[in-house]
């Protein structure tokens, strides 16, 4: 599922890596949040793509969540941000990783857009008070240091596979939290919680466009790190 405000200027590039990848089994279901409407760049692109548009002012969270009830059958859901593009094979091989590992959550390499070598994250750790911790260095450049599979705390969900039934049976993202990974954080504490692993994968290498590092925390951000500490405890 490729969320999207309808307005990126990579999301016709996204789209093309999609069509491109050679999983067998991969459907292309856009959501678009707020009051833009991707319709017509996304069928230029990717004609069999469905595209499902929000009410309202959704959020991302709440986007995202519109694939619970519109896919059936799908032992997996794949969440993209319409400035994360993979490489070829990419899906196929966070599919393998969770075959291989069990895991339920499977986050790939993310590098930067326009430079391939530099590494901006591959997974996330959590200290006691739900602030993230980066488990690479932001722009750190890739010389196969990180390389295999591994087992994380979370993933950025930028690009991140998860399986249907514990995204559903943990309720899937939490709609009241505004920071995105914070929501990212919540979702695979909540998942780990209910018994699920999480990994990172260096077979499946995504550029994402996301330009720059965390900013310092603000009072909202506070907020949301209370929020996930709360709702993971309930689980």
Known sequence: ?????????HLEEVLRALVAQDHPHLEV????????DPT???????????VHRAAGAAGRAEAANAVIGRVTGAEFYL??????????????????????SGADVVGPKL??????????????????????????EWGELDQGQHDGVREVFAVPGAFVLVRARRFEEVGGFDEAIHAERAG???????????????????????????ACTPGPAGARAARDRVRVLLTSDRW
């Open 29 to 36: 279901l856009v959501v678009a949040h707020g009051d833009g």
């Open 1 to 9: 599922m490729l969320v999207t405000d309808g307005r990126g200027p």
């Open 184 to 210: 990212d954080l919540s979702l695979a504490w909540r998942a780990r919680i209910a018994g699920a692993t999480v990994v990172v994968t260096s077979a499946a290498r995504v550029r994402h466009a996301e």
């Open 79 to 100: 969440f993209l941000h319409d400035d994360a593009a993979p490489d070829p094979g990419a899906v196929a091989a966070l599919v393998a990783a969770a075959d291989r």
């Open 111 to 136: 590098v930067r857009w326009d430079d391939h070598r530099r590494i901006t994250q591959l997974g996330m750790g959590v200290d006691r008070v739900a602030t993230i911790l980066p488990y690479v």
């Open 40 to 50: 017509a760049r996304v069928h230029a692109v990717a004609p069999a793509a469905r």
